[in-house]
């Protein structure tokens, strides 16, 4: 059974940046060459929010507004791992964040969870001075 892994979270302060690892597990073959990956993130009292995501060829990404300039997402096939750096943090980028295995990643629409069936346990990242 494919299970995700998140880590990299913590505390940082305002225009800090993060770095965060998913890393797949649990099926033979190339995982990452099978699913794609997003990235999602949510904090107490809102919706989960979908923010990247990278296709399974690595082609394909996308970012919501909100992220876009600040973040990257990029993947390491050989170690199943797919990575999403956050430079310039805004308090408002506080929130668990999460990263989920789906069927696709689409270049005009952020990833919707409904698309994503397996879903990593997520890690907290803190942006505050």
């Known amino acids: 059974q494919l299970q995700l892994v998140e880590s990299g979270g913590g505390l940082v302060q305002p225009g800090g940046s993060l770095r965060l690892s998913c890393t797949a597990s649990?099926?033979?073959?190339?995982?990452?060459?099978?699913?794609?990956i997003g990235w999602f993130r949510q904090d107490p009292g809102k919706e989960r929010e979908g923010i990247s995501c990278?296709?399974?060829?690595?082609?394909?990404?996308h970012y919501v507004t909100s992220v876009k300039g600040r973040f990257t997402i990029a993947k390491d096939n050989a170690k199943n791992t797919v990575y999403l750096q956050m430079n310039s943090l805004k308090p408002e980028d506080a929130a668990i964040y999460y990263c989920?295995?789906?069927?696709?990643?689409?270049?005009?629409?952020?990833?919707?969870?409904?698309?994503?069936?397996?879903w990593g346990q997520g890690t907290q990242v803190t942006v505050s001075s």
């Open positions: 990278i296709s399974q060829s690595g082609i394909t990404t």
């Open positions: 989920a295995a789906g069927t696709f990643c689409s270049t005009i629409q952020s990833p919707q969870a409904i698309n994503y069936p397996n």
């Open positions: 649990g099926v033979s073959g190339k995982i990452l060459n099978t699913y794609a």
